[in-house]
């Protein structure tokens, strides 16, 4: 059994008493549920703020909730709310001395996140309970990614892609209909399958279709998945067409450095409260304090990061600008993961256009960031990662060119094919062009 717990806030009101002579100031109203393919939401309709933990067990799977000093609304019947399609089988709840315990019957072990959020109309106090399946295991082996070996254990890089917008918002719009949130869920697949091929890497896509995730959601999910970087993708529109090229961006300290910059970040703001749920207030006062703290390590390794993909990009795109531009894009805002937003093009430009919905050139784009952000991590892998070993070791890491043979390796490298076979788990001679190896010390 597992358990974790999360506490909310505490708001004390005047108590009052139910039949069983529990002291309740909290009522319960509703309980919905929302599904979408990587999470599900579950929203307590409360009276006021409630006092909560949030655990989970297993054998079954079930989390549970436990509301403090909480009622049922008299005529509130729990089995009348229907389950979800995928993750949530059904829902039950029971009084307990201290208040009401809500039991989520689960179809498969999940990760819960909770938060509290104010009233906002038409909605009142509302806990939220997002669950998400279990990352997959850490050595990648639940991540369908067979390129990743686990070498002592040691775990891989873990990059979180974001395509931009998605579902209910499209993003721009360029000519001939092409529409942003397409192009990007393109370019960040192959992103993802280029950088799941390297050994020591393993991706994770924020949204995998076309559905809408809210903008905090995004950095949040990348952080439950352990990314140490995260890479959010977008082919936006200015208002005049001539603005062409691609760009990279990191969060700006305040404001924005340009007025490109200040436009978009404007724009891919704009959604933060769809669907009655303003997430900017979410986690508000423990989000304030970790940025401060962290912030500046995160912003100046996300620069970093920023220029390297910047740089790869300059040889298969025109650049809009030589430098990591700095704008205030909420999904940006992570404190502890480095991040960066690629603007891989200008939708609004009838060449950026055309090109961007073509599938070689998404494919140059995707290989351009892919080796940006291998440049980085190769300088600055986390530690505990199977990169951050071999480079401790004194590694190479070496990608296969065409007409690359395992001896011919070996004996450029000083070393003997046997070994090079056991540190890649090896079985024959056989490489493909493009896999990377590893290349033993000494
Ligand atoms: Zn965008």
């Known amino acids: ?42 929203v307590f309709d409360t009276t006021a703020a409630v006092n909560y933990e949030l655990f989970t067990l297993s054998n079954p799977d079930r989390v549970v909730i436990d509301l403090s000093n909480t009622a049922l609304r008299p005529d509130f019947d729990l089995a009348t709310v229907p389950p979800g399609r995928k993750r949530v089988k059904g829902v039950r709840a029971s009084a307990r001395s201290s208040g009401y315990r809500v039991v989520l019957d689960v179809a498969m072990p999940v990760r819960p996140k909770g938060f509290a959020l104010k009233p906002q109309s038409p909605y009142g106090h509302r806990l939220v309970v997002d669950l998400f399946s279990e990352a997959p295991a850490a050595d990648g082996s639940a991540g369908g990614s067979p390129a990743v070996v686990p070498r002592d254990e040691k775990r891989p890089i873990v990059v979180a892609i974001d395509a931009g917008h998605g579902g209910k918002d499209p993003g721009a719009v360029g000519p001939n209909r092409v529409r942003e949130k397409t192009v990007v869920l393109s370019i960040a697949r192959k992103l993802a399958a280029k950088l799941d091929a390297v050994r020591g890497y393993r991706t994770v896509l924020i949204r995998d279709g076309d559905y809408y995730v809210p903008l905090r959601d995004r950095n949040v999910k990348a952080r439950n998945l352990g ?114 937003l690629v603007e891989t093009g200008f939708i609004s430009n009838p060449r950026d256009a055309r090109r961007l919905n073509t599938s070689d050139y998404q494919d140059r784009i995707a290989s351009a960031v892919a080796e940006g952000v291998r440049t980085y991590m190769e300088a600055y892998a986390p530690p505990g990662t199977l990169i951050a070993w071999e480079r401790e070791r004194g590694e190479v890491r070496y990608t296969i060119e065409r007409g690359d043979t395992l001896s011919e390796i070996a004996a450029r490298y000083g070393t003997s094919t046997r070994r090079i076979r056991e540190a890649n788990d090896l079985r024959g001679d056989s490489i493909r062009i493009g896999q990377t190896i590893t290349i033993p010390a000494g």
């Open 1 to 42: 059994m597992k358990w974790s717990t999360t506490a909310s806030l505490i708001l004390l009101l005047g108590c009052w008493s139910v039949a069983d002579g529990r002291s309740v100031n909290v009522q319960l109203e509703d309980v919905r549920v929302h599904e979408s393919p990587d999470h599900t939401r579950v």
């Open 227 to 340: 990314a140490d970087l995260f890479i959010s993708i977008h082919a936006d529109a200015f208002k005049s067409p001539e603005v062409a090229g691609a760009s990279v961006f990191t969060l700006s300290d305040r404001g924005a450095s340009s007025e490109t910059a200040r436009w978009l970040a404007q724009r891919e703001n704009s959604y933060e409260s769809i669907g009655g749920i303003s997430l900017t207030e979410h986690d508000e006062l423990v989000a304030k304090v970790l940025w401060d703290i962290s912030m500046d390590a995160s912003r100046s390794a996300s620069i970093t990061a920023g220029e390297r993909v910047l740089d790869a990009l300059g040889s298969v795109a025109k650049l809009h600008k030589n430098r990591v531009e700095q704008a205030g894009f909420l999904v940006l805002k992570s404190p502890d993961v480095p991040s960066i």
